[in-house]
């Protein structure tokens, strides 16, 4: 199976910064696009940035110009670099790729379990 775990969420105070990571692992042949989600109590879950396998890039207008996203096609992994954080931000935040298994034609979209980010003073 594929598992995605994200790192780095906890509290900051309005005006700090964050990096969030997220390690895809188990069978992996390939990932194709990967994204990042918030998802605050009792608000839909909505999505924050986005790349594509080769890098190219799409933001949520609020997190444009504040946030950046990345990866590493070779350690599986995705970055996502939040800086001037407002209390809006609070939310969970949750990774998601899709997946090409080894065994494979197929992919799947898989999601971490998600991390909190709390931006609060």
């Known amino acids: 199976q594929v598992q995605l775990a994200e790192y780095g969420g906890g509290s900051v105070q309005p005006g700090g910064s964050l990096r969030l990571s997220c390690v895809a692992s188990?069978?992996?042949?390939?990932?194709?696009?990967m994204a990042w989600y918030r998802q605050a109590p009792g608000k839909q879950r909505e999505m924050v940035a986005s790349?594509?396998?080769?890098?190219?890039?799409k933001y949520q207008d609020s997190a444009k110009g504040r946030f950046t996203i990345s990866r590493n096609n070779d350690k599986n992994t995705v970055t996502l670099e939040m800086n001037a954080l407002k209390p809006e931000d609070t939310a969970m935040y949750y990774c998601?790729?899709?997946?090409?298994?080894?065994?494979?034609?197929?992919?799947?979209?898989?999601w971490g379990q998600g991390t909190q980010v709390t931006v609060s003073t």
């Open positions: 790349i594509t396998y080769y890098g190219t890039t």
């Open positions: 998601n790729a899709d997946v090409f298994y080894t065994g494979s034609f197929y992919s799947h979209d898989y």
């Open positions: 188990g069978r992996i042949s390939s990932i194709n696009d």
